[in-house]
């Protein structure tokens, strides 16, 4: 076991390698049937010493657990959006690596059955085993178990809502689609979902369709965005009907606008919100992280309105098991 405290590591951060934060971040492993498998665990100093509420962080292909906790950056970009979460609100976050797949790319085995370049591992019973290992060794409520991915680490979690259900609390999903043709069987158990999506993503496209791009191939085909969050929707009984909120637009640079809707008036019970990018690309909304202009030539355009981290982390707060109607 290796451990690291961010706050500690103020030198490099203003020598520009790393971030500093008032977290401990300790990098473990966990042996499994394939190997071992690596995650990290940020604890803010302020975190509580029992019943904590834990979000695990999964990260899309190719990238890694410490991309979702700003320990490393694409070419200068950097998501520290949750680690400033987890420091205001007090929150442990758990970051997995998914493992190597066919094409070399961190991945994890998500439902796609038709994405050649997906993982073979059992990255279901990995999760379930970190859920354990948070609740009898670091603290965790084990009612206030959160997942949040994104992009391939959000069709993940949509894997996790459906067979590890009865141990969330609720799941968060960005850029992401529950998939055209799937191993998995069709969710079962209702459970709450976050969802954030961009109209104009270029790799999980809007409307549903092939996934990928140039640099991402073999990954499969999704059902659209919308068809998505009715998939939840429907299985938790809630009305067509949601309710709709239009966030302010804060910078008039910005080309992109967001529209929150929201089904299920109880916060403390299932609900289902999708935060609609309109001219969104496939990237996470953040008010402070900077995506520099080659990345969005790739991904598209970044809103600036909220932060995905904490727009995840209000719907989550409220959110225990058993969360049923």
């Known amino acids: 076991m290796r451990s690291r405290t961010a706050r500690a590591l103020l030198a490099c951060a203003l020598a ?31 975190l509580a010493r029992t019943n904590r509420p834990v979000v695990i962080l999964l990260h899309g292909n190719g990238l890694s657990a410490d991309m979702m906790v700003g320990l490393d950056s694409i070419a200068g970009y950097r998501m520290e959006d949750w680690i400033r979460m987890a420091e205001r609100e007090h929150v442990m976050l758990i970051a997995p690596d998914g493992s190597r797949a066919r094409n070399g790319k961190r991945a994890w085995n998500d439902c796609r059955a038709d994405a050649a370049t997906n993982t073979a591992t059992d990255d279901v019973g990995f999760i379930a085993e970190l859920i354990d290992t948070a609740v ?22 949509y894997r996790l809502g459906i067979e590890l259900a009865p141990r969330l609390a609720a799941i968060g999903v960005q850029s992401a689609l529950m998939p055209a043709q799937s191993r998995c069987k069709a969710p079962s158990m209702p459970v709450s979902v976050f969802v954030s999506h961009g109209t104009a993503d270029p790799v999980m496209p809007y409307g549903g369709g092939k996934v990928g791009n140039w640099l991402l191939r073999e990954r499969g085909s999704g059902i659209g965005a919308e068809e998505s969050v009715a998939v939840w929707r429907r299985l938790a009984g809630l009305p067509e009907l949601a309710q709709a909120f239009r966030i302010p637009h804060l910078r008039s640079s910005d080309p992109t606008s967001a529209v929150r809707y929201v089904w299920g008036q109880d916060p403390a019970r299932v609900q289902i919100e999708f935060l609609r990018i309109e001219g969104g690309g496939h990237v996470p909304a953040s008010r402070n992280d900077e995506l520099p202009w080659w990345l969005r030539k790739l991904v598209g355009d970044m809103n600036r309105d909220v932060d995905i981290a904490q727009e995840a982390w209000n719907f989550f707060r409220d959110k225990h098991l058993p969360v049923r109607p």
């Open 16 to 46: 520009g390698s790393l971030p500093a934060h008032a977290s401990t971040i300790d990098d473990l492993t966990m042996p499994r049937p394939e190997g071992l498998r690596r995650y990290l665990v940020v604890q803010p100093d302020k």
């Open 136 to 157: 009898t060794r670091l603290g965790a409520d084990p009612d206030r178990i959160y997942v949040f991915g994104s992009s391939n680490g959000g069709a993940m979690a």
